[in-house]
């Protein structure tokens, strides 16, 4: 059974900085590129960043030099460090394998508020 539980979440300040997590079940986390993804209201869900099962990043243009994601394989988990946080990056927060598919199954997101 796949499980995503994504935490972390929250309402900050502009400039300011928040830890997500990700609880993945074993099957779908251990051999697969993870990745993050972000739904803003009214908007299309967009990649956000993702990792291989060996720890190689990458990232959206919009969040390059202010996310980092990291995981623990150990722990079936996954990380977005976010800094110097802006009212763009607004939106509910997701997990999931890189690439996904149109059957996958979907936690329910951390809403993340950036508003002064």
């Known amino acids: 059974q796949v499980q995503l539980v994504e935490s972390g979440g929250g309402l900050v300040q502009p400039g300011g900085s928040l830890r997500l997590s990700c609880a993945a079940s074993?099957?779908?986390?251990?051999?697969?590129?993870m990745g993050w993804y972000r739904q803003a209201p009214g908007k299309q869900r967009e990649l956000v960043a993702t990792?291989?099962?060996?720890?190689?990043?990458n990232y959206a243009d919009s969040v390059k030099g202010r996310f980092t994601i990291s995981r623990d394989n150990a722990k079936n988990t996954m990380y977005l460090q976010m800094n110097s946080l802006k009212p763009e990056d607004t939106a509910v927060y997701y997990c999931?394998?890189?690439?996904?598919?149109?059957?996958?199954?979907w936690g329910q997101g951390t809403q993340v508020t950036v508003s002064s």
């Open positions: 074993g099957s779908i986390f251990s051999i697969n590129r």
């Open positions: 999931n394998r890189f690439p996904n598919y149109l059957n996958d199954y």
């Open positions: 990792i291989t099962s060996g720890g190689s990043p």
